[in-house]
């Protein structure tokens, strides 16, 4: 829950959409009491508002463009956040999500919706690492 000390594992996720059920991202993890920061640049398609959804089992936080959106760092079963933000077009903006498991089943999930497009996991195409620019 601290999302201290060295990472155990260092990875890139194409897209933010997990479900590890009652086991872990990596072998090296243990399937309870640990923690996922996903760090990256996402671009929207449309100059607008967009809600940012999360589901998650357990604890979630979005950042985006530096401001927290979605705080839920508590215990809960699969359950969905959302936050609201403009964004502009074309426009790479930082995002950082951090996840925490507590024990059980253990998944997490990003979307997206905007005036001009349906609610859906964010995909891979808008989704960049962090040192894009
Ligand atoms: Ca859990």
Redesign the pocket.
């Known amino acids: 829950m601290q999302l201290a000390g060295t990472p155990a594992v260092v990875r890139n996720d194409a897209v933010l959409d997990l479900n590890w059920r009652l086991g872990s991202p990596d072998a090296a993890i243990g399937v309870d009491f640990f923690s996922v920061r996903w760090s990256g640049k996402i671009k929207p398609l449309y100059s607008e508002t967009y809600q940012i959804y999360t589901s998650s089992?357990?604890g979630v936080r979005v950042w985006v463009n530096g401001s927290l959106i979605i705080d839920s760092w508590v215990?809960q079963?699969g359950t969905e956040r959302m936050g609201s933000i403009n964004l502009q077009a074309g426009q790479l903006y930082d995002i950082k999500v951090e996840y925490y498991?507590?024990?059980?089943?253990?998944r997490a999930k990003l979307m997206w919706e905007s005036p001009s497009q349906l609610k859906g996991t964010v995909p891979s195409s808008a989704l960049f690492l962090p040192s894009a620019s």
């Not at 498991?101 to 253990?106: L, P, S």
Request: aromatic residues 0%; proline residues 0%; negative net charge.
């Open positions: 089992d357990d215990k079963s498991e507590n024990q059980g089943d253990a």
